[in-house]
T-cell receptor
Framework: AQKITQTQPGMFVQEKEAVTLDCTYD???????LFWYKQPSSGEMIFLIY??????QNATEGRYSLNFQKARKSANLVISASQLGDSAMYFC????????????????FGKGITLSVRP | NAGVTQTPKFQVLKTGQSMTLQCAQD?????MYWYRQDPGMGLRLIYY???????DKGEVPNGYNVSRLNKREFSLRLESAAPSQTSVYFC?????????FGNGTRLTVT
């Protein structure tokens, strides 16, 4: 079974509007972290936001927020006030910490969602 | 402020040739990783090194070897390249969260 599922086809949003990118995950580990990365057309991977499984509040970083619904195992990325520069591919990822300090834990990625912002 | 540096940026190989992708980080991170990115597949882990002196297989290790030369450097070797290894390769490192990525190596095997 896939650990990270991103099923939306290419997403489109009008500039200045908000958009939600979906991510569901599958784990039996009670301790895990969820990440979102942005990959613009230039190819680099840019870290956006992190949510720990024990965090009580949803993470926010500027225009990015993470809608974390633990019972539903979803970690959707919300981008407010979209800008043309937000056009990119977005990846959701998870790290399961297991019993150790996390030194051996690996980041598992979803297949990504392409977002296009229209002027 | 280099972060994670990968070389080369681009490479074209013929089937059966060998090559080593180099990766170095200057952030004193313990853990280092090699991923490959293929269209529609996201990023898949090839090998990782939790600390200097250790390496472990990831999801797609076949056809690759790695060396954690020291704390800074983690290289990926293709002994006999195959067209199926045409991909974009990313090296990454971390100490805590999150992963810090290099800019990638675009490899084409003909």
């Amino acid at each position: 079974a896939q650990k990270i599922t991103q099923t939306q086809p290419g997403m489109f949003v009008q500039e200045k509007e908000a958009v939600t990118l979906d991510c569901t995950y599958d784990t039996s580990d009670p301790s895990y972290g969820l990440f979102w990365y942005k990959q613009p057309s230039s190819g680099e991977m840019i870290f956006l936001i992190y949510q720990g499984s024990y965090d009580q509040q949803n993470a926010t970083e500027g225009r990015y927020s993470l809608n974390f619904q633990k019972a539903r195992k979803s970690a959707n990325l919300v981008i407010s006030a979209s800008q043309l520069g937000d056009s990119a591919m977005y990846f959701c990822a998870m790290r399961e910490l297991g019993d150790n300090t996390g030194a051996n834990s690996k980041l598992t990625f979803g297949k990504g969602i392409t977002l296009s912002v229209r002027p | 402020n280099a972060g994670v540096t990968q070389t080369p940026k681009f490479q074209v190989l013929k089937t059966g040739q060998s090559m080593t992708l180099q990766c170095a980080q200057d952030m004193n991170h313990n853990s280092m990783y090699w991923y490959r990115q293929d269209p529609g597949m996201g990023l898949r882990l090839i090998y990782y090194s939790a600390s200097e002196g250790t390496t472990d297989k990831g999801e797609v290790p076949n056809g690759y070897n790695v060396s954690r030369l020291n704390k800074r450097e983690f290289s990926l070797r293709l002994e006999s390249a195959a067209p199926s290894q045409t991909s974009v390769y990313f090296c990454a490192s971390r100490q805590a969260s999150p992963l810090h990525f290099g800019n990638g190596t675009r490899l084409t095997v003909t």
